[in-house]
């Protein structure tokens, strides 16, 4: 089935990284576009990928709930509340030792390894740490705002959504309208004028075509080095933007973006926007709605919690035109990476493609 300038639904879009076995995915800024540059090409894409999706199954490889999922080094590493579990091959996984985070977490690949801040968890420790690993096997971790790192002090409480790399930094974005920073994910400051902004809660962020965006209901902002920051004006064609905007990306010399009501938008310099796909909604799951990589979109389309039809994951090759297949067994996946010809989806249980 194919769409163009039609009706296309989904619930979070995500377009990852299917590179190389040292290439990464979900959330990696620059993935096939140059070192950082936040441009993906979309040529060469014939195969049809993510067609086909197979269910793993998590009872029997003893597999708890995750909803997050990156690729990096040739590994899938899926996160959920406190627990990690690593895959080559998107079909058989292992549960491994997470880095000691537990809730509010943001995931990313950039400079060879795998990050995620996040909370501390428990009742008495609710601090913030910077987790960092080759293969999900081992953590190095270290405290944001305790003594020995003590940049973000002032900012003991910090709820993460979004993290992004480009231009030799790490930005990060939070449900509680804060942005911090930092240029090893070691040190991190909080962004000097994002109290100006006077936002409530940051739902997404990416780094596209050489700049960081973010976003907080119909608003976008924009920044080249994520410590200051200032409002992008956004003209929309009548449909897009709706309700809200929960994602961004640059694909193959333009923009893509999607909102709350299930549209897909193409621009090409980010302020003027036109409606390409239409679906039943994007939410801004795990930090952004669209991923994009190895010259390929995928989306995954989740269903209502009321019809309980089942989800889908649309596909591009070019982010106009766009096809759909179901998700197995009504599989509600909250997030999609792409690796070596393999993609990879966690959820209620992981699901997987192959070329």
């Not at 977490?105 to 390894?113: D, E, M, S």
Request: aromatic fraction near 12%; hydrophobic fraction near 35%; proline fraction near 2%.
């Amino acid at each position: 089935m194919k769409f163009q300038n039609t009706a296309v639904l989904s619930i979070a879009l995500v377009l990852s990284a299917c590179g190389g076995g040292s290439g990464g995915s979900a959330n990696s800024g620059g993935a096939t576009g140059g070192a950082n540059s936040g441009i993906v090409s979309g040529q060469g894409c014939t195969n049809k990928f993510g067609r086909n999706w197979t269910a793993v199954d998590g009872v029997k490889q003893k597999l708890e709930y995750f909803n997050n999922v990156v690729y990096g080094n040739g590994v899938f590493l899926g996160i959920g509340y406190g627990k990690a579990v690593i895959s080559r091959d998107g079909e058989n996984w292992v549960n491994v030792a997470s880095s000691g985070v537990h809730g509010g977490y943001a995931l990313t690949y950039a400079l060879g390894k795998i990050y995620m801040v996040g909370q501390t968890g428990g009742l008495t420790d609710n601090r913030m740490m910077a987790s960092s690993t080759i293969d999900g096997t081992s953590w190095d971790n270290v405290i944001i705002g305790d003594s020995a790192n003590p940049s973000l002090q002032a900012l003991p409480n910090f709820d993460p959504k979004s993290m992004s790399y480009g231009n030799g930094r790490f930005v990060l974005v939070g449900g509680d309208g804060k942005i911090i920073w930092s240029a090893d994910a070691r040190s991190w400051h909080a962004a000097a004028n994002a109290a100006d902004l006077k936002v409530y809660v940051f739902g997404w962020s990416t780094f596209a075509n050489g700049k960081f965006y973010t976003g907080a209901g119909l608003n976008v902002y924009v920044s080249s080095d994520g410590n200051t920051w200032q409002q992008q004006k956004i003209v929309g064609d009548g449909a897009f933007p709706a309700s809200y905007i929960s994602g961004m990306r640059y694909f193959n010399g333009m923009y893509v973006a999607t909102d709350g009501l299930g549209n897909i938008a193409n621009s090409s310099d980010s302020i003027n926007w036109k409606t390409v796909a239409k679906g039943r909604t994007f939410l801004q799951i795990n930090g952004n709605a669209l991923v994009a990589g190895g010259g390929q979109l995928m989306a995954v389309d989740s269903a209502s919690n009321f019809t309980r039809d089942g989800d889908d994951i649309f596909y591009s090759c070019d982010g106009i035109q766009w096809e759909k297949t179901k998700v197995p067994n009504g599989n509600y996946s909250y997030s999609i990476a792409i690796g070596d010809s393999i993609a990879a989806g966690v959820g209620n249980t992981p699901i997987f493609s192959k070329y």
